[in-house]
């Protein structure tokens, strides 16, 4: 199957409603369902067919039929009492005034960086272990969708009062989910057509760093968001051109270090 007829099959973007709600949630469900199965998809093509072969072969022990939507699954059981442990994973938070993260930011209860280094490390000793592969492929992607690596006096941009083309939103929602579903990322051409776009130099450049890099570009990111921030504006056309490339590449970036961390891991 064709990974435009594979994600057409369980693209979905979730409507936030109501400005309370918009400023006080709790959710951090990075790149919304859409972006976390794109990711998940885009690394599956990527991948060496040998590592292919094992995805398919872990998926089948799950409760679904394809990597994309398996990759969800890390924010469908966070709630539930036996997997509430991972709940601090999904992200990292930084003081206000600090321009860069490391492993000292992450607390006790461990954070997005050391569950991505202790999945690994569960995934390389046990490449049977289907819930390590979804927590690790989940918690990359959510490294990449900047505002996972924000503040944690305003809950990763979810205390940000902004509109969203006239309807009220945050910043968490709009990177989260509101951008990709303006762009078409819901549609499995414009998918496919990201997807295309991908070059050979982008993925060697890419794969040439690692986790605290990946966290530091999502830093850089989020601190210039916030410089842009003002309670209450509109976020229209302006912004998206201007961060339309920033989304997208950050899509590509999470798909191409997964696979790479996939192969590492999973290939013989």
């Not at 994309?68 to 999904?90: N, Y």
């Not at 999502?218 to 912004?239: E, F, K, V």
Request: aromatic share 10%.
């Amino acid at each position: 199957m064709t990974f435009a007829a594979r994600i057409s099959l369980f693209s979905a973007v979730f409507a936030l409603s109501g400005l309370v709600l918009m400023l006080f949630s709790t959710s951090t469900q990075a790149f919304g369902r859409a972006g976390h199965m794109m990711i998940c998809e885009m690394s599956y093509q990527l991948v060496q067919p040998a590592t292919r072969a094992k995805l398919d072969q872990l998926v089948s022990a799950t409760p679904y039929q394809n990597f994309g939507p398996a990759c969800v699954w890390p924010d469908e059981v966070r709630s539930q009492d036996e997997f509430s442990w991972s709940k601090p994973h999904h992200y990292i938070n930084l003081q206000r005034g600090e321009t860069v993260v490391s492993r000292s930011h992450c607390p006790e209860v461990g954070c997005v960086v050391s569950a991505i280094e202790d999945m690994q490390l569960r995934l390389g000793q046990n490449t049977d272990d289907w819930q390590a592969l979804l927590f690790l492929s989940h918690y990359i992607s959510d490294l990449h969708q900047p505002l996972h690596v924000s503040f944690a006096d305003d809950l990763g941009g979810n205390r940000t009062a902004v509109y969203f083309y006239g309807k009220p939103s945050n910043l968490h929602g709009v990177w989260d989910s509101n951008m990709l579903s303006k762009l078409g990322y819901d549609e499995p051409a414009k998918q496919q057509q990201l997807f295309a776009s991908l070059t050979a130099s982008q993925q060697q450049q890419w794969q040439q760093s690692n986790v605290m890099d990946w966290t530091n570009e999502s830093a850089t990111i989020t601190i210039g968001l916030y410089q842009d921030y003002r309670p209450g504006m509109l976020i229209d056309d302006n912004y998206l051109t201007q961060y339309q490339a920033v989304l997208e590449q950050r899509l590509l970036q999470a798909a191409v270090r997964l696979a790479a961390t996939l192969d590492t891991l999973l290939t013989p």
